[in-house]
């Protein structure tokens, strides 16, 4: 458990050094779901580590980071609006399907936005981000479902949570990043899926094990 603490407490460390907002975001909304779903104790550990971000010295700038974002007053956010403003019009001319992923054909406009699935619509089209979504649904109304019915392993129910929380965090921090949609990083997509992959085999192999418990 010490060697587990230390990488975690690494793992928080360096994610809080980069600065990022969406997945700070991102990995508060995969800690809650693993707090709603097994160790409600993490609400707790997540109030103390809030509190101390926003009455400790070392961490004001951060806090202001964020406050700063939330108002729309800091550069970044305020040319993330632009980026979404000019995606919403390359999506307006091309809905269906979008433009691909090699350019744009019209000069007044071009593909590239902070947001997983706004970047989705731009190179996919609605009929891409909705078949994205719908593979996402069926992800975790199977997840939540096989969670609901109990598992009869501790280490495959752990091992189940880590691998759904980490893609629930991946879709949250996606509404404000756009790494892990993106051909420039090929390493960060083919993760994502592993995770989806790696995740929907053990709810297959427990939903298994599920129903040959019932039959006896």
């Not at 891409?128 to 969670?147: D, E, I, R």
Request: proline share 2%; charged share 15%; net charge positive.
């Amino acid at each position: 458990r010490w060697l587990v603490a230390g990488i975690v407490g690494l793992t928080v460390l360096c994610l809080y050094l980069t600065y990022s907002r969406s997945a700070m975001v991102g990995l508060a909304a995969a800690v809650l779901l693993i707090a709603l779903l097994r160790y409600r104790k993490l609400l707790l550990w997540g109030v103390i580590g809030l509190a101390l971000l926003l009455l400790l010295p070392q961490t004001q700038d951060y806090v202001a980071r964020f406050v700063e974002g939330i108002q729309g007053q800091d550069l970044a956010t305020q040319m993330r609006f632009g980026e979404y403003r000019d995606a919403l019009r390359l999506i307006a001319r091309y809905p269906v399907f979008g433009v691909g992923f090699s350019g744009t054909p019209d000069i007044d406009l071009y593909i590239g936005v902070s947001s997983v699935y706004l970047l989705m619509a731009e190179t996919m089209g609605v009929v891409g981000l909705l078949s994205f979504l719908a593979a996402m649904l069926v992800y975790f109304v199977t997840f939540f479902s096989t969670m609901r019915r109990g598992l009869s392993d501790d280490r495959r129910e752990t091992l189940l949570l880590g691998l759904s929380a980490a893609v629930a965090g991946v879709l949250v921090s996606g509404v404000l990043d756009h790494y892990l949609f993106n051909l420039a990083y090929p390493h960060m997509v083919s993760l994502f899926w592993i995770y989806v992959g790696l995740g929907m085999a053990a709810i297959l192999i427990e939903r298994k094990g599920q129903k040959v418990r019932s039959s006896l």
